[in-house]
């Protein structure tokens, strides 16, 4: 099992930055992806930006140019700078990971508990 703990939410002002984290722990086989969701109340859950073991990473259109996803391999740890936010970037914003085993090629999905982002206008 593999635990994911989330930080960094919280209330900022339009145009402000945040910047969240998740660290990975327990008995992990090797992280092949860790990302970050949101969802908005009343909306679907959105892929926000991933980034994978091979150093390559994706965005949503809607937060390319203002928001930056890094690892830190050796932490297992994921952060999601967040700069010139908006009053739509108001979500809460859920840590993925995808653990892989590598005698079988499986892959476990987790889920962070959330980290609420608000952004006032």
């Known amino acids: 099992q593999v635990q994911l703990v989330e930080s960094g939410g919280g209330l900022v002002q339009a145009g402000g930055s945040l910047r969240l984290s998740c660290a990975a722990s327990g008995s992990i086989f090797s992280i092949s992806a860790m990302g970050w969701y949101r969802q908005a109340p009343g909306k679907q859950r959105e892929l926000v930006a991933i980034s994978t073991s091979g150093g390559s990473t994706n965005y949503a259109d809607s937060v390319k140019g203002r928001f930056t996803i890094s690892r830190d391999n050796a932490k297992n740890t994921v952060y999601l700078q967040m700069d010139s936010l908006k009053p739509e970037d108001t979500a809460v914003y859920y840590c993925?990971?995808?653990?892989?085993?590598?005698?079988?090629?499986?892959?476990?999905?987790?889920w962070g508990q959330g980290t609420q982002v608000t952004v006032s206008s």
């Open positions: 993925n990971a995808i653990d892989r085993d590598p005698t079988t090629g499986w892959g476990y999905d987790y």
